[in-house]
T-cell receptor, first 116, second 113 residues
Framework: AQKITQTQPGMFVQEKEAVTLDCTYD???????LFWYKQPSSGEMIFLIY??????QNATEGRYSLNFQKARKSANLVISASQLGDSAMYFC?????????????FGKGTTLSVSS | NAGVMQNPRHLVRRRGQEARLRCSPM?????VYWYRQLPEEGLKFMVY????????ESGMPKERFSAEFPKEGPSILRIQQVVRGDSAAYFC???????????FGDGTRLSIL
């Protein structure tokens, strides 16, 4: 079974609008972390936001917020007031903390296109 | 404020040659991770190292691939006798502790002719 599922291959949004990128995860661990990364066309991976499984409040970083619904095992990324520079691929990832390696498990990504 | 430094940014090799990819973690980071990204896919974990130790290599192919993180110098991902299927982007990430967010380098794009 997929550990991280991103069901939206592509999303389109107008500048200044908000957009939600979906992510669901599957783990039996009690302690885990959820991450979002941005990959622009230039190829680098940019860390955006982190949510720990025990964090009671949703994480926020500037225009990014993570809508964490633990019972539903979802960790959607919300980008408010989209900008043209937000056009990129977005990856959701999970770290299961009881694993010695603490490797990140990535979803397949969502391509976001922002138009003017 | 140097981030994770990877070099080269692009590497071209012929089948059968060796590829060496280098990664210098962020200052103060002692945990290094290597990931591989095939075209149109997410990143897949390969190996996790701390100084002089391989902690988890569960994602490494059994043959031709090796990694090290010596006491001095960068981490090296080495691919011997490369084949076309090794063509991918290889990313290195580092963190100060194993439960902290990982910060990625810009990747090395490996192309096999």
């Amino acid at each position: 079974a997929q550990k991280i599922t991103q069901t939206q291959p592509g999303m389109f949004v107008q500048e200044k609008e908000a957009v939600t990128l979906d992510c669901t995860y599957d783990t039996s661990d009690q302690s885990y972390g959820l991450f979002w990364y941005k990959q622009p066309s230039s190829g680098e991976m940019i860390f955006l936001i982190y949510q720990g499984s025990y964090d009671e409040q949703n994480a926020t970083e500037g225009r990014y917020s993570l809508n964490f619904q633990k019972a539903r095992k979802s960790a959607n990324l919300v980008i408010s007031a989209s900008q043209l520079g937000d056009s990129a691929m977005y990856f959701c990832a999970m770290r299961e903390d009881n694993q010695a390696g603490t490797a990140l498990i990535f979803g397949k990504g969502t391509t976001l296109s922002v138009s003017s | 404020n140097a981030g994770v430094m990877q070099n080269p940014r692009h590497l071209v090799r012929r089948r059968g040659q060796e590829a060496r990819l280098r990664c210098s973690p962020m200052k103060g980071h002692s945990h290094v991770y290597w990931y591989r990204q095939l075209p149109e896919e997410g990143l897949k974990f390969m190996v996790y190292l701390q100084k002089e130790n391989i902690i988890d290599e569960s994602g490494m192919p059994k043959e031709r691939f090796s990694a090290e993180f010596p006491k001095e110098g960068p981490s090296i991902l080495r691919i011997q006798q490369v084949v076309r299927g090794d063509s991918a982007a290889y990313f290195c990430a580092s963190s100060p502790h194993n439960n902290q967010p990982q910060h990625f380098g810009d990747g090395t794009r490996l192309s096999i002719l």
